[in-house]
């Protein structure tokens, strides 16, 4: 299930109605966590994904479990 917060301030638009959204994915040995911030007024969305078999990235060195735009954590 994913974990949704309200965080306000929307880069675009201003709109207090700004959400993070984080949700996992796991299967075996996979590994997905995504992020995605979203102005439910404007529209205006930023995502990033790490998947734990990209090969662009070294996954252990990434800090999956911060969003990359605002720095919280999943409750």
Not at 11 to 20: D, W
Request: with cysteine; net charge negative; glycine share 10%.
């Amino acid at each position: 299930m994913a974990d949704i917060q309200t965080i306000g301030g929307c880069q675009k638009c201003g709109s207090a109605s700004l959400t993070c959204k984080y949700n996992f994915f796991g299967e075996g040995e996979l590994q997905i966590h995504s992020w995605e911030h979203k102005c439910l007024d404007c529209g205006n969305r930023l995502t990033t994904a790490y998947r734990n078999d990209d090969e662009d990235i070294v996954f252990a060195d990434e800090d999956v479990d911060h969003c990359p735009y605002c720095g919280r954590s999943p409750a």
